[in-house]
């Protein structure tokens, strides 16, 4: 599906657009188990795993997504300052090993989330 960009909020913190009404109803339709009103299925005790609702590809703006490029800044950023580090070969203490393979865990889960966002092109969002 294409959307061009008056119907789409470029950026997360865009205040002057919104979405159109048939790109809400179409995320809306795609949402498994939506319901109209969010509070419903909770107020039924029926919860149902967030992660079943999100609907592949996403949009880059999608909240998800932008939590997930957060953790990313801060990752670059411990990144940034402990690689440079290594030179001077420190010890090794737990705190160092856990970041260690958390980041890894993290990066390898980058390369596959990547490929399950859509891009804009030509001012439209791509998600085919």
């Known amino acids: 599906a294409r959307w061009s960009k008056d119907q789409v909020k470029l950026s997360a913190w865009e205040s002057g657009t919104s979405l159109s009404a048939d790109l809400t109803m ?48 801060i990752f670059i950023s411990y990144d940034v300052i402990t690689i440079p580090f290594q030179a001077f070969e420190p010890k090794d203490v737990f705190f160092t090993i856990f970041m260690g393979w958390l980041a890894l865990i993290f990066w390898t889960g980058d390369m596959v989330a990547s490929l399950m966002v859509g891009y804009f092109e030509d001012g439209e969002l791509v998600l085919d």
Do not use: H, Y
């Not at 909770?42 to 609907?55: D, P, S």
């Open 26 to 73: 179409e995320l809306q339709n795609g949402l498994v188990g939506a319901v109209a009103d969010p509070g419903t299925a909770a107020k039924r005790g029926r919860c149902k795993n967030w992660f079943g609702r999100i609907k592949l590809p996403m949009s880059p703006n999608a909240p998800i997504r932008l939590a997930w490029d957060v953790c990313g800044l």
